[in-house]
């Protein structure tokens, strides 16, 4: 934030310069004309920062070089008036650009502070009449108002062209960050679960087993996914007996490719068999298959979670692709107290959780 804040500074000092270069030296000024480029660094500094850099750009720009480089006598009228240029340019022009935003910028600025405004600051100023200072102007307006659309036009164009290659390194840059903080938390919660004892592990799962078989949502399912237990996660094997007896069907996943699990069902003992990192999973050859669209209830487990019913899995993801076609199904994960967290940081492709059940309460 303070290296953005310094970055910010640094361009409005510079967007200044450049209007006091534009607007002294490279400008046509008389007593009651003055034509020039100066609003191209104004509207620089609305584009990039909003209508506040743009008034401060068109003010100090414009007060500056009038006690640096005078040009006849200072008024302050002008000051403003350069300053309510960067405002109006800020409001219509600052994060978003439209044809018709760009035509109400430069008449706003024209045919309406130009025209209207600038007489009242000669007139004092000289003592000339109001009116006659409006016609005798009106050569420059048209001109202007044409040439700011133009310019506008083409900086817009320009002013694209150079933050494009930023914006990709900034998200880059963030989206390095939030991978990085995600693989930091996954790493701690895992570490948090795993630090349990096996006896508090056992003491936790049941208590959360005794939860899921309270709830509406396992009374009224007949095809269930859980998942067998692995490096601390809660296990579920309590809940395979009341199953059972209540006449559901569990299944359990198994992952057949990089990206792709599908849910079987054992019947015995001789169904499993020992897969990648001696974890046992499901064989396929003698297991029966249940599609995504016939489950009523989906258990997943998880490394983290946040009170937003946001679930942190292992990364692959596997569960969030194959949750997107269980149309029916509720979708809930379990987990252990100290894997919560106060925010998992999910992303666009994460699947939410309907519930959470942990041993001390059930979240959502």
């Not at 006091?20 to 620089?44: C, D, E, M, Q, T």
């Not at 987990?335 to 492709?349: G, Y």
Request: glycine share 8%.
């Amino acid at each position: 934030m303070k290296k953005k804040s310094t970055q910010m500074l640094v361009t409005i000092a510079l967007l200044v310069a450049m209007h006091i270069i534009l607007s002294r030296f490279l400008s046509i000024n008389a007593w009651n004309i003055k034509i020039g480029f100066a609003f191209v660094a104004v509207f620089v500094g609305a584009y990039l920062y909003g209508p506040i850099a743009g008034a401060a750009v068109g003010g100090l720009g414009d007060f500056l070089g009038a006690i640096l480089f005078p040009i006849g006598a200072y008024f302050p009228g002008f000051t403003l008036n350069c300053a309510l240029t960067g405002v109006v340019m800020g409001l219509l022009l600052y994060k978003k650009q439209t044809p018709l935003r760009v035509v109400l910028t430069a008449a706003i600025n024209e045919a309406g502070i130009s025209m209207w405004i600038t007489p009242i600051w000669i007139s004092i100023l000289y003592g000339s009449p109001y009116w006659p200072l409006i016609i005798s102007r009106l050569p420059q307006i048209g001109i202007l108002f044409v040439v700011e659309i133009v310019v506008i036009f083409l900086m817009i164009k320009v002013m694209e062209r150079i933050k494009a290659p930023q914006m990709m390194a900034e998200k880059a840059t963030s989206t390095d960050d939030l991978k990085e903080k995600r693989k930091e938390l996954r790493k701690a919660k895992k570490a948090a679960r795993e630090a349990l004892s096996d006896e508090d592990r056992t003491v936790k799962s049941l208590s959360i087993v005794d939860s899921i078989i309270g709830s509406e949502e396992y009374k009224n399912a007949k095809n269930i996914l859980i998942y067998s237990a692995i490096r601390g996660e809660v296990s579920l094997e309590g809940l395979r007996e009341p199953a059972e007896n209540d006449g559901k069907v569990l299944a359990y996943p198994l992952v057949i490719s990089a990206k792709e699990m599908i849910a079987l069902v054992p019947k015995s003992e001789e169904d499993w068999t020992e897969g990648f990192h001696g974890i046992m999973e499901p064989k396929k050859e003698t297991c029966e298959e249940i599609k995504p669209e016939d489950f009523d209830l989906v258990i997943c487990p998880c490394t983290a979670f946040d009170e937003k019913l946001g679930r942190m899995g292992m990364g692959a993801g596997y569960y969030d692709r194959f949750l997107t076609a269980c149309k029916k199904a509720h979708i809930v994960a379990v987990a252990f107290e100290c894997q919560k967290a106060d925010s998992v940081m999910a992303q666009e492709w994460d699947m939410p959780m309907e519930k959470v059940f942990t041993e001390e309460k059930v979240y959502g």
